[in-house]
């Protein structure tokens, strides 16, 4: 090997020792759809722990106060937003979740399962063109269909065939 080899093997060496030894990652799916990237985690937040617990237990009244406290703290999280206005819709409130997922997509653009939600609440609301406006941006995010495109595109199929009903 030559010098210049084994002076950089050397350094890769102590470069890979002074990384710690859990490295911080995690895959970011949270909230329906997030961009499902690697990201470097943060600290878990209790509200937006209990705040999952209580939406995977159907308890969507108890996951509303929950994630309004992580995003008064956190204003930048797209994730919290989509839970928010997912538990807002599921509490009957699907006009209210609207403007919630306007939010989060305002945070995170290509937030897969905002897109897919608001779509879900733009039909219950018999609003078909926004509906399938999600579904054409679902199209355009997704370099291969991805679950949140199929589970839209369903739910606008089964929309027009019951005729707007």
Not at 32 to 55: C, N, S
Not at 121 to 131: E, F, I, K, Q, R
Request: with cysteine.
């Amino acid at each position: 090997m030559t010098r210049l080899w084994t002076v950089a093997l050397a350094l890769g060496v102590v470069a890979v020792a002074a990384l710690p030894t859990a490295l911080p990652v995690r895959v970011d799916a949270a909230g329906g759809g997030g961009d499902a990237a690697i990201t470097t985690a943060k600290p878990e937040d209790a509200d937006y722990v209990a705040g999952e617990r209580a939406i995977k237990a159907g308890d969507y009244a108890r996951a509303i106060p929950l994630f309004k406290a992580v995003v008064a703290r956190d204003q930048s999280n797209a994730d919290a937003y989509n839970w928010l206005a997912y538990a807002t819709r599921k509490n009957g409130d699907v006009a209210g979740s609207i403007p919630i997922y306007q939010q989060a997509l305002s945070v995170n653009p290509k937030h897969r399962g905002a897109h897919e939600y608001i779509g879900e609440a733009y039909l219950m609301l018999g609003d078909l063109p926004n509906a399938k406006r999600h579904l054409a941006a679902l199209d355009s995010i997704c370099f291969f269909p991805c679950s949140e495109y199929r589970d839209l595109k369903k739910a606008v199929q089964t929309y027009e065939k019951r005729g707007s009903r």
